[in-house]
């Protein structure tokens, strides 16, 4: 077996552009019975894969992923980068998009990065290494093990806090079936203290108790990875956020400590890419959202729920004018996009009741009819 220098690796990783790196042994995650318990509890809602039986198995024990394995490398990528300015942040008209979600897709970006340092490692460190590469797709509790490996603490709104960059940074590891020469040591659990602002920022109460997050009413579950209709009384609370949230990461002390990622493909090149203007996002065809979107984190969502996240940041927004914008996705051919559409058009229109009338009169979706006429009543008592 060969014992490999913790110091050449880490000094290889930040050469190859990653902003931490850190190693620890691979022993099961430290806090796996929180995560058995969350899923237990459901908290996972639709993210079904979190819950899959051979993945749980992996989650508790990464020999089910790499037979032999011995160490961890943990790195951190900065995306961190200056807020919007307010004059943007705060225009009703626009939509918001999480900060991380600003540029390139980041798999795109750390895979072959760390496929390149394992590939240095092989050759210069340990010629009999094996190894699996992974970026949020791996069956590994990132952050538990990243804080093992030193990379900073767990903060009450679940995320790894580093206590000079904050928490504006991805997670990627290596698990390997080589030893090292030495190993970092975790830091503190936590450093929150008797601080509780991401607790009370959250639009929409997902947190049940600190460190616990549920993602049945996370903004950034409901966003990107939920695939149907959104509960409707989620959607008033989600404001004008279509990709991701950054509400418990902007409140918290430690990301005024955030280092500016030195990535070009991660900075933010033009202000709609972070705030587009909803009248845009909702008149996207499906070409039109591939041209825009191609290659960044937007892609996986696909048109249908995009536009769906912008049919309730539209009715967020509290500007009559986006009406129009919402009234051709009335008869939009998808029933997800009707649905979202009916409930903005209500919200938003001076005279919707002859529109979601007609609207109703056509459907044929059961989903999509429910919205119309949950729609209607809601002007009509009012
Ligand atoms: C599923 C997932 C989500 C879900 C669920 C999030 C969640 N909190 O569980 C949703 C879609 C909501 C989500 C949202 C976001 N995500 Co996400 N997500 C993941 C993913 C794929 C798995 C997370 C997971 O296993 N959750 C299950 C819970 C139980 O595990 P956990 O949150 O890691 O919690 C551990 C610790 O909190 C600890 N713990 C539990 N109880 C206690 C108690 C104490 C006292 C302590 C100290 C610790 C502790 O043990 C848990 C188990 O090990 C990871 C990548 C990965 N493979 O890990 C990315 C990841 C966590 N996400 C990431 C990001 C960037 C985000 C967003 C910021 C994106 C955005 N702006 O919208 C938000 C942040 C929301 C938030 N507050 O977490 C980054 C986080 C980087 C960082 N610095 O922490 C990761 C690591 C992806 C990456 N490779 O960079 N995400
Ligand atoms: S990302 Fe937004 S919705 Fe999700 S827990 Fe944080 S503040 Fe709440
Ligand atoms: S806002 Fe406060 S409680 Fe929340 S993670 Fe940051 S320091 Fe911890």
Not at 30 to 38: G, I, K, S, T
Request: aromatic share 8%; with cysteine.
């Amino acid at each position: 077996m060969s014992i490999a220098s913790a110091a050449a690796v880490k000094a290889r990783a930040l050469a190859l552009g990653f902003n931490l790196c850190g190693i620890t042994s691979a022993r099961p995650a430290p806090h796996l019975e929180a995560y058995l318990r969350w899923i237990e509890q459901g908290l996972h809602g639709t993210l079904g894969y979190l819950a899959r039986p051979d993945r749980v198995a992996r989650r508790r024990d990464l020999h089910q992923i790499l037979p032999g394995a011995r160490s961890l490398i943990l790195v951190a990528l900065d995306y961190h980068q200056a807020m919007l300015p307010p004059e943007i942040a705060t225009d009703a008209t626009r939509a918001r998009i999480a900060q991380y979600a600003w540029g390139q897709d980041y798999h795109d970006l750390m895979l072959p990065r760390l496929e390149a340092l394992a590939s240095w490692l092989r050759a210069d460190q340990a010629a009999d290494v094996h190894w699996r590469a992974y970026v949020d797709t791996g069956a590994v509790l990132e952050r538990d093990h990243a804080h093992q490996a030193g990379l900073g603490f767990i903060g009450k709104n679940t995320l790894l806090i580093h206590p000079r960059r904050g928490s504006g940074f991805f997670l990627g590891e290596i698990l390997l079936d080589a030893d090292f020469d030495s190993y970092d040591q975790p830091g503190p659990e936590t450093r929150c203290g008797s601080c509780s602002r991401c607790l009370q920022a959250c639009p929409t109460d997902a947190f049940p108790e600190p460190f616990v997050l549920d993602a049945r009413r996370c903004i950034s579950a409901l966003t990107i990875e939920h695939k149907g209709f959104i509960d409707a009384d989620l959607r008033a609370r989600m404001g004008r956020w279509i990709f991701g949230c950054d509400e418990c990461q902007t409140v918290c002390p430690w990301n005024r400590f955030g280092v500016a990622t030195l990535e070009p493909t991660l900075t933010l090149i033009h202000p709609d890419r972070a705030a587009p203007p909803l009248a845009e996002v909702l008149a996207l065809d499906a070409a039109g959202y591939a041209e825009r979107y191609a290659a960044t984190p937007l892609a996986r969502v696909g048109r249908e729920r995009l536009v769906r996240n912008a049919c309730i940041a539209a009715g967020n927004s509290a500007r009559p004018e986006l009406a129009s914008s919402l009234a051709p996705l009335l008869s939009d051919p998808s029933p997800l996009v009707r649905g979202h559409a009916s409930w903005a058009y209500a919200r938003l229109s001076a005279n919707p009741i002859p529109a979601l009338q007609a609207g109703l009169a056509h459907e044929t979706d059961a989903d999509a009819r429910r919205e119309w006429v949950l729609a209607l009543a809601s002007r009509s008592s009012g």
